[in-house]
Structure formats: structure tokens, C-alpha cells
């Protein structure tokens, strides 16, 4: 790791030092769990998840209970019916909920969380099925599940080796590998995905389809190929989309002249150019898009090359490839895409 800075003072200089040597601390710590992880156990804890008939369930307690909420929420994001139980809740009531199908997992860096413990009984008085995730292999929580894991974790981040850092980076790193190989598991489709996120940047992502932000055929600028520049520098002009659009009878996408097009062009042969054809100045492979691909799927082919992005797609009909539109990328950042 490299900083670059003009230090004011040396308590500047130290804290700077201080920072990188944290950084540099919590990246050997995630070196560490990443080397001793056991993966073969990781992929039947997986298998077991898949083989839940039920509902999947996560409690933890303080931080761990945080982390088991965030990983609730990415499997209920991603295709799994998965919930948070609070223990202290559970044990007062909320226990009705779990049924002998389902599936509670225990997240606890030392495994001898005392209210995750005190839970154990009574889930199986419920005949559900019981999974641990722990930093300590031999704890009593790891002992009394059907199945666990073990999430290697040397020391916390913290100077005392007290404050759970390192052991929830560990937590949430797993979880969320958790969530991933099950969604691509149940081949989970960026369609359902869209459906559980209507809302937000996500949404628009995943919903918003080109045709929703084209400009339809009356708004789009088109040329013939055969046509003069000079006859069609009135519709490049008003209809400011900074491109004419060149296609034969049959609207097919013959190629693109653009803004750029003209300027290096009259730098290059003057005012002479005026009088040449549309087929000699266009751009023959043009980028373009199908009106049904998702708006963020143009943005991405916009930027494809990034020595050459554009600004403006031609859209095309699916079935037949004619021209139905245009779409500007000024237009897919007012959208917020």
C-alpha cells in the first residue's frame, strides 16, 4: 500500500503510518482465513442449505447478530427464504415460528454465546435442524450442531484482541460467498432479481428496459445514404441528438455519422465535404442495441471501449433489426442508470 501527501507535521506523518500498518494488519489477518478456510466443508455446508424442505433461519447475538441480519437480507434478495430470530425474542415467544422443516443457524465467534446456547434445547424440542458458524473449533456451540463451520480467524483487529472485527469481516465474507453459490445453485435469474427490488438504483438497473428511454422513430435523425451532407445538417442540427442515422428503405442500420464525424472531417477536407454522400462519411459498424435489453446494458456497451465510448446507441426491433429509436446516454443519467 503507497499514500502520496504533503505532511503539515510529523503527527500527520504518524497517524498516516499508523493507518497503513492498520490496513496492512487486517489484510494478513483476511490472508489468514483465506489459506486455512476449509473449502470441502464450506461446499456441504452449502449442500445442507439446499437440502432445507423449510425455512432457513440466522440468529447471533450483538455483532454477530448484526452480521446474521445483513446475511438474512442478501438470501431473501437473492432467491432464499431465509429470516433473522432474535435468540432473546425466540425464547419468549417468537420460537413459534420454527418448525421441524427448518433450519436455524448460530453465528457466534466463540461459540459459547450464552443466549445462543440457552436456544439449543428448545430448537430441538421444535425437531429443527441445527448449524453453527464459529471462530473456534472446539466450543460448545460447534458441539451441539448437526453441522457447522469454521471461520479461521487468528486475532481481531483490535490492540486487545477484543472488539470483533477481524472475526466479522470473516462472518460476512462467508456469508455472503454463502448467498452467491446459492443463488447460482437455484439458478437464480437477474428477472427475479429485478422483481425483489422494484425500488432504488438497483431496480432501475434491473428494470428499466432501453425501450423505456429511447427516443421513438419521429424524434430519431435519419439519413439516406445517398444523401449530401449539406441536405441533412438540418436534421443532425434539430433533432440534437449529435448523429444522423443512415439506413436504407427498409430502415435497416446502414451506419452513423456523428458530431465527431463532421468536425474531423472539415478538418480534414474543408468545406468540400458538404458535398459529399452519407455513405463516404458514415461510420459502417455502428453500435446498437435491441429496444427489449436492459437500459444498463446500454450504458455498458456505450463504454465498452473506453479509448472510444459513445454517447448514442441506435436501437433496434429484435425480429426484423429495423430502427425503432435512439437512445443518448445523456438520457440514461437523468434516469439515474
Same mark, same amino acid.
Given at each position: 500500500m503507497q499514500f502520496s501527501h504533503d505532511f503539515r507535521s510529523?503527527?500527520?506523518?504518524?497517524?498516516?503510518?499508523?493507518?497503513?500498518?492498520?490496513?496492512?494488519?487486517?489484510? #494478513?489477518?483476511?490472508?489468514?482465513?483465506?489459506?486455512?478456510?476449509?473449502?470441502?466443508? *464450506?461446499?456441504? &455446508?452449502?449442500?445442507?442449505?439446499?437440502?432445507?424442505?423449510?425455512?432457513? &433461519? &440466522?440468529?447471533?447475538?450483538?455483532k454477530s447478530g448484526l452480521i446474521a441480519q445483513k446475511i438474512t437480507t442478501t438470501l431473501m434478495s437473492t432467491g432464499t427464504k431465509a429470516f433473522f430470530l432474535s435468540p432473546v425474542e425466540a425464547l419468549h415467544?417468537?420460537?413459534?415460528?420454527?418448525?421441524?422443516?427448518?433450519?436455524?443457524?448460530?453465528?457466534?465467534?466463540?461459540?459459547?454465546? #450464552?443466549?445462543?446456547?440457552?436456544?439449543?434445547?428448545?430448537?430441538?424440542?421444535?425437531?429443527?435442524?441445527? %448449524?453453527?458458524?464459529? *471462530?473456534?473449533?472446539?466450543?460448545r456451540l460447534i458441539a451441539q450442531a448437526d453441522f457447522s463451520i469454521v471461520l479461521?480467524?487468528?486475532?481481531?483487529?483490535?490492540? &486487545?484482541?477484543?472488539?470483533?472485527?477481524?472475526? %466479522?469481516?470473516?462472518?460476512?465474507?462467508?456469508?455472503?460467498?454463502? %448467498?452467491? %453459490?446459492?443463488?447460482?445453485? #437455484?439458478?437464480?435469474?437477474?428477472?427475479?432479481?429485478?422483481?425483489?427490488?422494484?425500488?432504488?438504483?438497483?431496480?432501475?438497473?434491473?428494470?428499466?428496459?432501453?425501450?423505456?428511454?429511447?427516443?421513438?422513430?419521429?424524434?430519431?435523425?435519419?439519413?439516406?445514404?445517398? !444523401? #449530401?451532407?449539406?441536405?441533412?445538417?438540418?436534421?443532425?442540427? !434539430?433533432?440534437?441528438?449529435g448523429c444522423l442515422l443512415v439506413i436504407d428503405d427498409q430502415r435497416q442500420l446502414l451506419g452513423i455519422f456523428t458530431d465527431g464525424d463532421l468536425r474531423r472531417a472539415l478538418q480534414k477536407g474543408g468545406e468540400s465535404i458538404l458535398q459529399q454522400k452519407l455513405e463516404q462519411l458514415m461510420t459502417q459498424r455502428a453500435r446498437s442495441i435491441h429496444e427489449d435489453a436492459l437500459a444498463w446494458d446500454a450504458v455498458r456497451l456505450m463504454e465498452i471501449d473506453p479509448q472510444h465510448p459513445v454517447m448514442v446507441l441506435p436501437v433496434l426491433k429484435r425480429e426484423k433489426g429495423e430502427v425503432v429509436g435512439i437512445i443518448k446516454m445523456h438520457d440514461l443519467i437523468q434516469a439515474g442508470i
Open positions: 510529523a503527527d500527520e506523518y504518524d497517524q498516516i503510518i499508523m493507518l497503513q500498518e492498520l490496513f496492512e494488519q487486517q489484510r #494478513r489477518q483476511l490472508d489468514y482465513f483465506y489459506q486455512h478456510l476449509d473449502i470441502q466443508k *464450506c461446499q456441504v &455446508f452449502v449442500q445442507k442449505l439446499l437440502e432445507v424442505k423449510g425455512h432457513i &433461519f &440466522f440468529s447471533g447475538v450483538g415467544g417468537d420460537l413459534g415460528i420454527v418448525s421441524a422443516q427448518d433450519l436455524v443457524i448460530l453465528i457466534s465467534k466463540s461459540g459459547q454465546t #450464552r443466549e445462543l446456547l440457552e436456544l439449543v434445547p428448545h430448537l430441538r424440542d421444535k425437531q429443527a435442524c441445527v %448449524a453453527a458458524i464459529s *471462530c473456534c473449533a472446539h466450543s479461521p480467524c487468528e486475532r481481531e483487529l483490535c490492540p &486487545f484482541d477484543l472488539a470483533p472485527t477481524t472475526s %466479522a469481516q470473516v462472518q460476512l465474507l462467508f456469508g455472503d460467498v454463502l %448467498a452467491m %453459490a446459492l443463488m447460482q445453485h #437455484r439458478n437464480f435469474t437477474l428477472d427475479q432479481y429485478a422483481q425483489n427490488h422494484p425500488h432504488g438504483q438497483i431496480g432501475r438497473r434491473a428494470n428499466l428496459k432501453v425501450r423505456d428511454l429511447m427516443l421513438d422513430v419521429e424524434k430519431t435523425p435519419f439519413c439516406r445514404p445517398e !444523401d #449530401r451532407l449539406q441536405d441533412v445538417l438540418v436534421e443532425l442540427t !434539430d433533432k440534437r441528438c
